[in-house]
């Protein structure tokens, strides 16, 4: 599918078909969504896939009982885990670079986010994973799937369902699936609202 | 182009194709970005396009003197203004909705943003522009072009050099152009490192 038509055709769906997605699916959209740029090659995030029916349940309670986390086949949340990423900064280094660099980051990085609380690398990772929310809704349209990112959530009570250390943040969770309703249309400011040249 | 060919081929670029941008594809990039989703639809971004030479030539200095903003035939400032949302959230209301709805919500979104300091609103608001990022960041790409997102700068002297009030957050700013580089290939944790099903 085209990016213009999966942008323009995406919208936020609450009711879904009652049918499986299939895991190659799944892990395409994933793959595409992690192609997302990400300052310092980070990639805080980190992803889990509900689809058991009694974890859907459980997650549908912690989820303000959203009707499209029931509905939904599959629910994504979208986790950010500053912490594990900085313990293995190794794994964020890009091979062909020169050993002078590699060993500069394995440094830098570390001491850049160390002299920051936990709070503060906590939110910059939340930022660099609304990147990747952006590119993963594109990414399940354009595999004909629809999508109802949500924000309304009890994130402590979702750590404890799926034993997330406290640190670990969660910036949005997605109801999956192939669309039973229209949706709304969009209702976006015009472009001379919101741009100015210069 | 497809969305899938739109990701892969994405790169941050440095080194850019000396040739001007026609304004109707930066206006089609901007609505293809600006069709992201919002919360309650607030829609906080908003975007300056800098392709005039003198401004960009301050840009540079605002920005790190990063290569990619001297480079570029356009520079585009991401930025999230919650207080001019808040103050105007009209207009972000669907027209189709109810009448009770619309009521409901200028009362309650305002109410619930008035709970907040105007930093923890700021920071709402940075994280929603950053799923617009995703999008447009993929937007530019599926016309063709190359870009670069970058994050170190001098926000202060961005807002001064532009005029923006000191609320006025900027989540990024945008290289964009015609790649005159390859680039890096993408380094990403595999799936298995990052996804767990449930």
């Not at 549908?60 to 599959?74: T, W």
């Not at 062909?96 to 001491?111: R, V």
């Not at 939340?126 to 994130?155: E, F, H, K």
Request: proline share 8%; aromatic share 6%.
């Amino acid at each position: 599918m085209s990016v213009k038509e999966a942008m323009e055709t995406r919208r936020s769906i609450r009711k879904y078909a009652q049918e499986p997605i299939p895991r190659e699916d799944i892990e395409e959209m994933l793959r595409l969504a992690s192609l997302a740029p990400s300052a310092w090659n980070i990639q805080p995030w980190r992803f889990i896939v509900v689809m058991d029916p009694e974890k859907k349940r459980e997650l549908h309670l912690a989820a303000n009982r959203h009707p499209q986390v029931k509905s939904a086949p599959v629910v994504i949340i979208l986790t950010s885990d500053m912490e594990d990423a900085i313990a293995h900064i190794e794994e964020c280094i890009h091979p062909d670079m020169p050993e002078e660099g590699k060993q500069w980051l394995k440094e830098t990085i570390p001491k850049v986010f160390g002299a920051q609380s936990a709070e503060q690398r906590g939110q910059w990772g939340v930022a660099q994973s609304n990147i990747v929310l952006g590119y993963l809704l594109i990414a399940i349209r354009s595999l004909g799937y629809d999508s109802s990112p949500m924000y309304g959530y009890n994130p402590e009570r979702i750590r404890q369902l799926f034993d997330l250390p406290s640190h670990v943040q969660i910036p949005a969770i997605i109801a999956i699936g192939k669309r039973a309703e229209e949706g709304h249309s969009h209702h976006r400011h015009p472009l001379h609202r919101i741009v100015r040249y210069v």
